[in-house]
Every structure is written in C-alpha cells, then in structure tokens.
C-alpha cells in the first residue's frame, strides 16, 4: 500500500522559510514522479513543483526563484525547500506521486496523494 506522508508545515512571517519533507512508503516504481501541490481556502489545487526519477524538475512560476524541490532516494523523501514566503503561499501543501506522469504539474496526472500539511504566512 503506497503512503505519502507530509510534514513540516507552519506558521511563520512573510519573508520566512519553511522546508516541507514528504516521506514515501510502498512505492516500488523504478520510474516515477513526485510532485508538491497546493490549495488555498476557495481555490483549485495547483501544482508548485514536480520531480522525476530521471532528476528532471518543474516549477509553478510562482515557486521559481523561491522553492527548491529536491529528493533522497536512500530516504525515501521528497523535499520543498520554501524561500521568501509571501502571505500568497498560504495554503494546504500536498505531496503526490505516481509512476508514469506527462505532466508533472497537473493535478489529474497522480494517483497517490499524502493528507496535505498546512503552510501560513502572515503579513
């Protein structure tokens, strides 16, 4: 059974940092791609960063420059590094995977989803 397991979500103040970490269990594909999505209170999920097992990466315009993803294998765990947060981050953070992804930033594309962790940027 595959798991996805958010952590390291906040509270913190604009201009912070927050590092998500997504540990995966019972996820046996050799080719794969994880992603990080987000949610804010009365908006769609959009994707903010995508990863493969190839090590390429995507970013959302709104994470480029200020969000790193980043993965280790021998761990298990996917990453987002998240830099000069704004108000405008606010949101549930989700980690999702699936094993064949065309589009690393499309909701559609995944089949497993963690429970999400809460990021909150006050101004």
Excluded: H
């Excluded at 909701?107 to 006050?122: F, P």
């Amino acid at each position: 059974q595959v798991q996805l397991v958010e952590s390291g979500g906040g509270s913190v103040q604009a201009g912070g940092s927050l590092r998500l970490s997504c540990a995966v269990s019972g996820f046996t594909y050799a080719t794969y791609c994880m992603a990080w999505f987000r949610q804010a209170l009365g908006k769609e999920r959009e994707g903010v960063a995508g990863i493969d097992s190839d090590g390429s990466i995507s970013y959302a315009d709104s994470a480029k420059g200020r969000f790193t993803i980043s993965q280790d294998s021998a761990k298990n765990t996917v990453y987002l590094q998240m830099n000069s947060l704004t108000p405008e981050d606010t949101a549930m953070y989700y980690c999702a995977a699936d094993n064949r992804v065309v589009a690393p930033l499309e909701r559609t594309a995944y089949k497993y989803w963690g429970q999400g962790t809460q990021v909150t940027v006050s101004s």
